[in-house]
């Protein structure tokens, strides 16, 4: 049976949507936990209306999607649990694949599918580096996560709670990039089992997805990376893909600092150890180069269009 968390922030557009996917799933042993992080519109009165028993709604202050997200987790019944932003949505079969992954490879504790992306109106399927009709064990995590960030979102993910306690859950003190540090922080220690079927649609249209803020902040997997691949705290194996998949992750979020004018942000990638490597050092003065109509222009080829 699965717990499945789902941080909610004023998403009353969203939520009856999001809810009612998971309500259709295919495989019906579920519970729900939706925090609500200090709601200020109607999103819990729309959770209220909805009338299941399995669903269960915690209030808390506002205190980050991180808090929330763990404070689902130490409300869940159930070993595994199963993470749904509130704006995304589920096809019916999400959890009966997961199920089939568990199944199959029960000692991996951490599992995911793979998602569209809507955007614009436009149905966008993200990379993940594996190919298509994949399912079976990931080798190489970091090296097919550097194609996207899309071999595992904060709609896809399921993980065994005894895992999620071993990394102390999301870092609540960070306000973006959080769900990705814990990907990979949970990737170093378990192998992730994942299937190729699309299974969720990623919303990223919908209201308060916070892509533009121009604080200078940069997402923290990125420094928790930086430092432990310069205090080579990995296998040397892990660190060469690691630095990789870094590198990738930095250019990509400099490309979108450039786009967005956060001048600040790009100041503080220039401060990272790993900018002295040469490689990374050069493509990003090139990238300063580029104007931004080109940038927008690659912008649209990285995903494929449905």
Known sequence: MFSIVIPLYNKE??????????????????????????????????????????????FQINQGVSSARNNGIKNAKYKYIAFLDADD???????????????????????????????????????????????????????????????????????????????????VFAKKGEDVYAWIRLA???????????TAVYYQDAENRNNTSL???????????????????????IQQEAKHFLKNAIFFSAAGFKLDGNQLALENLQKLQIIKEFDLWLKLRVLTLVPNRILEFLKRFRHKSK
């Open 188 to 198: 170093l220690i378990a192998k992730l089992a994942h299937s190729d079927s699309v």
């Open 89 to 171: 949505f589920w096809y019916p079969n999400h959890l009966e694949e997961l199920k089939n992954l568990i199944d199959i490879y029960p000692n991996n504790g951490f599992y995911s599918t793979s998602y569209e992306i809507q955007r614009d109106g436009k149905t966008l399927v993200p990379d993940n580096g594996l190919g298509g009709d994949f399912f079976g064990e990931v080798d190489g995590f970091f090296n097919s996560f550097s194609k996207g960030l899309s071999l595992v979102c904060s709609s896809t993910a399921c993980v065994h709670k005894d895992l999620l306690k071993n990394i102390d859950g999301f870092p």
């Open 13 to 58: 557009k969203h939520i009856k949507n999001t809810l009612y996917s998971v309500l259709n799933q295919n495989y019906q042993s579920f519970e729900i936990i939706i925090v609500d992080d200090g709601s200020t519109d109607d999103s819990a009165e729309v959770v209220k209306s909805i009338k299941d028993e399995r669903i269960k709604l915690i």
């Open 215 to 237: 604080s200078g902040e940069i997402p923290y997997y990125v420094l928790w990376l930086d430092q432990i691949i310069n205090d080579q705290k990995v296998g040397k194996k």
